[in-house]
């Protein structure tokens, strides 16, 4: 079983930026395909990024040149760096080993306009 614990959620103005951490447990962390989802209230939660074991990204169209996911398998940690956020990025972020049940707790980016 894989234990996430997510961070650097907050609160920030419209263009400012957060960078988001999931620290994950286990000695398998290298091969691990890694996601993060995002749910706004009163919508299903989306896939915002993915990074394969090997580092191959994809994002959703929605952040596309805007958030970058990266991985530090030395720390057993993904990243998502958010810049020039929006007011319809606002949602609690999750953390996710692709294809399994793992989800981190949870943390909250609101976006102010």
């Known amino acids: 079983q894989v234990q996430l614990v997510e961070s650097g959620g907050g609160s920030v103005q419209a263009g400012g930026s957060l960078r988001l951490s999931c620290a994950a447990s286990?000695?398998?962390?290298?091969?691990?395909?890694m996601g993060w989802y995002r749910q706004a209230p009163g919508k299903q939660r989306e896939l915002v990024a993915a990074?394969?074991?090997?580092?191959?990204?994809n994002y959703a169209d929605s952040v596309k040149g805007r958030f970058t996911i990266s991985r530090d398998n030395a720390k057993n940690t993904v990243f998502l760096q958010m810049n020039s956020l929006k007011s319809e990025d606002t949602a609690v972020y999750y953390c996710?080993?692709?294809?399994?049940?793992?989800w981190g707790q949870g943390t909250q980016v609101t976006v102010s306009s």
């Open positions: 990074i394969t074991s090997g580092g191959t990204r």
């Open positions: 286990g000695s398998i962390f290298r091969l691990l395909a």
């Open positions: 996710n080993v692709r294809g399994h049940d793992y």
